[in-house]
C-alpha cells in the first residue's frame, strides 16, 4: 500500500515533468526532421545546424542577443551589487522605501514596463541596442538585488571590523572581506538575470527599434511566415549547452559549494 | 566613505528607468492627441471591446492561477519527498526549460494541440477524438499553465523545504495523524511561498499577449493584445498608454490583497 503510494506520487511527478518538457523535446526533434513541413517526419538529417551556420541573419541575431544578456548582466550586477551594498546600511524607512521601489520592474505587468521605457526613450533618444540595452539593465537590477540581500544579511560584519582593526583600509577590507562572503549571491544574480535577458521578449520587442533583433523578436517576426527550421537547430544547441553547464556546476561535487554549505551549517548550529 | 553611498548609481538608475518611464506613460496617458488633459483614455477599459478583453484576461489569469496551485502543490510536496540532499536538482529540471527559447515553446503547443498535431495523433490511435482544441480558450489555457507553472512550483517548494522537520516530528509526536500534520502544519507554514507563487502567476498571465497571439489564432483578444495593437497598428499611443495605466491600477490592487513579503523565491539558488 506505502509502496503502491509512493510509486503513484513519483508518477505524478514524471507527468509534471513530461509536461514541461514535451514542447522541448517536440523542438528538438523538429531540428533534425528532413522536412519543412511542422507535422510529418522526413527522416533524420543535420542539414539544419549545417544551414545554420551560414545563415547570417540568424547569427547576428544570436550575437545581439548574447551582447545584450552579458552585457545587461554585467552592469546590472555591478550597479545592483554596490545598491544592495548600500541599501543594506541605510535607515529602516530609507531601506523600506527603496525596496518597494526595487521590486516595481518584478511586479509590473512586462507590457507596461516596455511601454512606460518606449515612451520615456522616444523623448530623448533614438531606439536601437542602446535603449533596449539600458531596458535589459532596468528589469535584471532587482533579480541581482534580491539574490545579494539574503548573503548580505549572514555576513559575519566582525571579520570585517577585525580587519579594519588590524590596519586594512575600507576598500581592501570590502574586496577581502566582504566580497568573498557574498560571491555566491552575487554569481547567482548574474546567472539569473543573464537568463531573463535571454529569455525576454515583451520588453525588447517594445524598446528595440527598426534593425535591432534578437532570437526573441526575430522568432515572434516570423510566425506567420513559418520558423526556419535553423531555428529550431540553433535553440537545441543553446539548450544542450546550458544543460551540461547546469549539470557540471550542480552536480559534480565541488570543494567550494560544499565547504560553504558546511559553514553554514555550523552557523545554524549555534 | 559611507557605505550608504554606493547605492548611488542604483539610486540614479531607479529614479531615470524606473520612476520617469512611469511618469511618462501615466502623462502619455492623461492628453489626448492635441496635448490637452483628459480622462478618456484611462477610461476606455470600459468600452464593451475592452471590457470583454479585461474580462477574458481576468478569467484566464484566474483559471490558471488555480489549476497552477492545484499542479504545484502535490508536485512540490514529491519533490520534497525525493529527500534529495540538494535543492539544487528540483530547480535545476525547473528553470532549465527556460533555455528554450519561449516563443518557439508556444509555437511547439501549437503544432502539439493542433487538429492533426501530435495529441490528436495519439488520441487516434487510442480511437479517441479528433479534438478540436487548437485556436480555442482551452488552448489558451493550456498553454499559459504550461509557461507559469514552473513560477508556482518553485516558491511552494522552497517554502515546503524549509518547514523544520522537527515542527512536523513535534506535531506526530503529539498524536496528529497525517491529514492533521498536512492541514495544521504544513499548508500553513507553507502558504506564504503560495502567496509568493499566486504572485508571480496571476500577474504575467493576466497581461501576456504573446500566448494569446499564437495558441488564440487572432479570435481571442486579452486586454494585452488589445494594447499591444494599439502601438504596433492602431499607432493611437495615449489610449494605449491609458490603458496601460488602467491595467497597471487593476494589478496593483489585486496584488493589494495578496502581497505583503518580497519575493525572495524566484528560483535564484539553481546557480
Given at each position: 500500500m506505502v509502496k503502491l503510494k509512493k510509486a503513484l506520487c513519483k508518477g505524478y511527478l514524471a507527468l509534471i515533468i513530461a509536461f514541461l518538457y514535451l514542447p522541448i523535446l517536440m523542438l528538438i526533434v523538429l531540428s533534425f526532421n528532413n522536412s519543412r513541413s511542422r507535422v510529418t517526419w522526413g527522416g533524420f538529417t543535420l542539414d539544419w545546424y549545417v544551414k545554420l551556420f551560414s545563415d547570417s541573419r540568424i547569427l547576428d541575431a544570436l550575437e545581439t542577443t548574447l551582447a545584450l544578456g552579458f552585457g545587461s548582466a554585467a552592469i546590472a550586477t555591478i550597479i545592483g551589487t554596490l545598491g544592495a551594498v548600500g541599501i543594506q546600511a541605510m535607515k529602516k524607512r530609507n531601506y523600506q522605501v527603496v525596496m518597494a521601489v526595487t521590486n516595481i520592474p518584478i511586479l509590473n505587468a512586462e507590457i507596461v514596463t516596455g511601454i512606460a521605457l518606449m515612451l520615456w526613450f522616444v523623448r530623448f533618444m533614438p531606439l536601437g541596442f542602446t535603449s533596449v540595452l539600458i531596458s535589459h539593465v532596468t528589469f535584471n537590477i532587482p533579480y541581482v538585488i534580491l539574490s545579494v540581500m539574503p548573503k548580505l544579511r549572514q555576513l559575519n560584519l566582525s571579520v570585517y571590523e577585525a580587519a579594519r582593526d588590524l590596519g586594512a583600509n575600507n576598500s581592501y577590507a570590502f574586496v577581502k572581506i566582504i566580497l568573498p562572503q557574498i560571491w555566491s549571491g552575487i554569481l547567482s544574480g548574474f546567472f539569473m538575470a543573464l537568463t531573463m535577458s535571454m529569455d525576454d521578449f515583451v520588453i525588447t520587442y517594445f524598446t528595440k527599434g527598426a534593425g535591432v533583433n534578437t532570437l526573441s523578436t526575430m522568432i515572434y517576426g516570423e510566425i506567420r511566415k513559418g520558423i526556419k527550421p535553423q531555428m529550431y537547430a540553433l535553440s537545441t544547441l543553446i539548450f544542450v549547452v546550458i544543460f551540461v553547464i547546469l549539470l557540471i556546476t550542480n552536480f559534480l561535487p565541488d570543494r567550494e559549494k560544499q565547504q560553504a554549505e558546511q559553514s553554514l551549517r555550523e552557523r545554524k548550529a549555534y | 566613505m559611507k557605505r550608504k553611498y554606493l547605492s548611488a548609481p542604483y539610486l540614479i538608475w531607479v529614479v531615470g528607468f524606473i520612476l520617469l518611464p512611469l511618469v511618462t506613460i501615466a502623462v502619455s496617458a492623461l492628453m489626448d492627441k492635441n496635448g490637452s488633459f483628459t480622462l478618456e483614455n484611462i477610461l476606455s477599459i470600459i468600452d464593451p471591446i475592452n471590457r470583454q478583453a479585461l474580462l477574458l484576461s481576468l478569467g484566464i489569469a484566474f483559471g490558471c492561477t488555480v489549476i497552477c496551485v492545484l499542479l504545484a502543490y502535490p508536485a512540490a510536496m514529491v519533490l520534497k519527498s525525493l529527500h534529495l540532499d540538494k535543492k539544487g536538482f528540483a530547480i535545476f529540471i525547473l528553470i532549465l526549460?527556460?533555455?528554450?527559447?519561449f516563443i518557439l515553446r508556444i509555437l511547439a503547443w501549437q503544432m502539439i494541440l493542433s487538429n492533426n498535431g501530435v495529441l490528436n495523433l495519439l488520441l487516434g490511435k487510442l480511437g479517441i477524438g479528433p479534438l478540436h482544441?487548437?485556436?480555442s480558450w482551452v488552448a489558451l489555457m493550456i498553454g499559459t499553465v504550461y509557461d507559469f507553472l514552473p513560477f508556482m512550483i518553485l516558491p511552494i517548494f522552497n517554502a515546503i523545504s524549509d518547514i523544520d522537520e522537527d515542527t512536523i516530528e513535534a506535531a506526530r509526536d503529539l498524536g496528529a495523524g497525517s491529514k492533521a500534520v498536512f492541514w495544521k502544519v504544513i499548508l500553513p507554514l507553507s502558504a506564504p511561498g503560495m502567496v509568493s507563487g499566486v504572485i508571480m502567476v496571476f500577474v504575467p498571465a493576466m497581461t501576456s499577449f504573446v500566448i494569446a497571439d499564437i495558441l488564440g489564432g487572432g479570435k481571442l483578444q486579452l486586454i494585452g493584445n488589445i494594447i499591444e495593437q494599439e502601438f504596433t497598428k492602431s499607432m493611437n499611443w495615449h489610449a494605449g498608454s491609458g490603458l496601460s495605466i488602467s491595467l497597471m491600477i487593476f494589478v496593483l490592487v489585486s496584488l493589494a490583497f495578496t502581497m505583503k513579503n518580497d519575493l525572495k523565491d524566484k528560483g535564484t539558488t539553481v546557480w
Open positions: - | 526549460p527556460m533555455w528554450m527559447n482544441i487548437s485556436n
